[in-house]
């Protein structure tokens, strides 16, 4: 025993008591396990097995509980969730531009494109395109007289002229200012459907209109 105290540095106190089964002289029971496992090393035996028979102070081997897992919380950068919202006002903003364009029937329409009532008209004629009286050494074409249901002649015509004939037609027009040499000022240069052709209210009638060389 004194050996065996030697090696294992346990008491021979202690270890009298695990040879003769004396439990109730071995101290607390973490302790007395502990001597236990070491002995049976020293003695060559398996500690596992002599664990359940050891009846003083025998707990169950506490299982450890795996940490939970803690998923990342997905985060989004501040750049990304500024440009989503000015790109979120800036569609809000269309949609009210739109709807609120739409409750106006006087509302002019896009690149010039006017609708035949007497509003548009006038506004067009007065802003858009001022009148200017053709001089005396200027020389006006006269329009060609075409058969009723068909496009008039609106070359050489003023653009408050070409846009009452076609208001009077129900007609839609759009109004395209070019460089002419040869027509005066405010005066329709070309026209996009040819005279004497058939009038089709679905399509939009282009004037060209002189703003001078």
Known sequence: M?????????????????????????????????????????????????????????????????????????????????????VGVLILIVVLLYSLGGQGESSPALFGLQTATPETAAVLSEVEAPVIEPTVTETVASPVEVPPGTMPDLRAQTLADAAATLRDMGLSYLVVQVS????????????????????DPTKVVTLEVSRGP
């Open 180 to 199: 002419s040499s040869e027509m005066p000022e405010g005066h329709i240069v070309r026209q996009n459907l040819e005279p004497g052709s058939d009038i």
């Open 2 to 86: 004194e050996e065996v105290e030697r090696d294992t540095r346990i008491s021979c106190r202690y270890l009298q008591a695990l040879e003769n089964e004396n439990f109730g002289l071995l101290p607390a029971p973490v302790y007395a396990r502990g001597f236990l496992r070491t002995y049976a090393r020293y003695l060559g035996l398996e500690p596992a097995s002599l664990l359940p028979l050891f009846p003083v102070g025998y707990v169950e081997e506490p299982v450890l509980q795996p940490w939970p897992k803690v998923a990342t919380p997905r985060t989004w950068p501040s750049s990304g969730l500024l440009a989503g919202g000015v």
